[in-house]
């Protein structure tokens, strides 16, 4: 496990809402490279935060976030986003820009690692083939169903090969047919090799290889 690359690392963080509130204490977490975690708990419990801090829209009062190897700290702006280019994400705040068509949600990611046109263009067709999403890619996000902004949220978070994958809520509310869909392909990003943290409200099965359960509860990640 010495040789394993750690994506994730929170050390002993404490931090506190904008309203004063205690969300973590002494939180601790790691997720190694190819490895997945499903952390869930209630609402206010701190998920959406714990998603910040990897981001770099959160700051930890005291302790150390890492991602990438990189210290997350307010001043260092040209690491968070050198991060984030490395960060694909669905749901929550993840949602899709409602200005943009599919296409052009979908090949954002590319066109901020610096990706040539010819090359995005060909990834998109793969893309957009692989989801179904043809008949999708000049409508804009108001035009589509849940599933399908849900499906195009995860051709956008699989087209720049992002090491790391955050989905918020992907299962809530989805009717069975579609839940299964949606865990169907989780499933082949984690045997891919990609790194996984899957946030929910609910308990989710742990049915994903290399995969760990965790709750947030209390201000900590168990």
């Known amino acids: 496990m010495a040789d394993e690359k750690i994506i994730v690392e929170l050390n002993n963080v404490f931090l ?11 939180l601790n977490f790691k997720l190694l490279a190819g ?9 206010g419990s701190g998920k959406s935060s714990f998603i910040e801090m ?3 829209r959160q700051f930890a009062e005291s302790g150390s976030v890492e991602v990438f190897g990189n210290l997350i700290k307010p ?3 040209g690491v968070i986003r050198k991060n984030r280019r490395k960060i694909g994400g669905v749901g929550g705040i993840f949602s899709l820009v409602p200005s943009y068509t599919v296409a052009e949600n979908i090949s954002f990611p590319l066109i901020l690692s610096g990706a040539g046109r010819k090359y995005r263009n060909e990834r998109l067709s793969e893309i957009l083939t692989e989801f179904s999403l043809l008949k999708q ?3 804009f996000p108001s035009n589509l ?17 992002q090491p790391l994958l955050i989905i918020d809520e992907p299962l809530a509310g989805l009717d069975q047919e579609t839940y299964r869909k ?8 984690a045997v891919s090799g990609l790194t996984l943290i899957i946030v929910s ?3 989710l099965e742990n049915r994903l290889p290399n995969c760990r359960s965790y709750q947030i509860t209390e201000g900590a990640i168990l």
């Not at 169903?145 to 090969?161: D, G, K, W, Y």
């Open 35 to 43: 490895h997945s975690a499903i952390i869930h708990g209630t609402a």
């Open 145 to 161: 169903t849940r599933v399908e902004n849900m499906l195009v949220q995860f051709a956008r978070a699989s087209i720049a090969h």
């Open 137 to 139: 890619a000049k409508e």
């Open 16 to 26: 506190r809402s904008s309203r004063g509130y205690e969300v973590f204490r002494n």
């Open 75 to 77: 001043r260092k702006k």
């Open 182 to 189: 949606v865990y169907e392909y989780m499933f082949k990003l």
């Open 54 to 56: 990897i981001i770099g």
């Open 201 to 203: 409200s609910e308990k």
